[in-house]
């Protein structure tokens, strides 16, 4: 399985950004896909992870309302629209799948991109 990341880039405060993942190599459908993100000098945090349908996503709380993941399986593409962006989304921006199931845990996941940097200031 084969993860490509991209869309990151520079956005001024309440600014949005769309990051997208393309994935190859394996059956997409079979999983499940989520978004990490990481600053330097700090763990790997949970963003978002959505499952084959689409129809379920387990978002993180204190990003809800601001950043969405969808997919589209035609395409073998996941998506993170980040709206409202603030400066604490600094990060580097990573997209993983798995085929065990939701997890909030980076260890849990066995695919990873490369991570696309997406830097947020005025």
């Known amino acids: 399985v084969q993860l490509q990341a991209s869309g990151g880039g520079l956005a001024q405060p309440g600014g949005s950004l769309r990051l997208a993942c393309v994935v190859s190599g394996r059956a997409f459908g079979s999983l499940i896909m989520a978004w990490f993100r990481q600053v330097p000098g700090k763990e790997r945090e949970f963003v978002a992870a959505?499952?084959?349908?689409?129809?379920?996503?387990l978002d993180t709380d204190s990003l809800k309302g601001r950043f969405t993941i969808s997919r589209d399986n035609a395409k073998r593409t996941v998506y993170l629209q980040m709206n409202s962006l603030k400066l604490e989304d600094t990060a580097l921006y990573y997209c993983?799948?798995?085929?065990?199931?939701?997890?909030?845990?980076?260890?849990?996941?066995?695919?990873w991109g490369k991570g696309t940097q997406v830097t947020v200031s005025s």
């Open positions: 959505i499952n084959w349908g689409g129809t379920n996503a």
């Open positions: 993983a799948g798995n085929e065990r199931g939701y997890s909030h845990y980076p260890e849990e996941y066995p695919y």
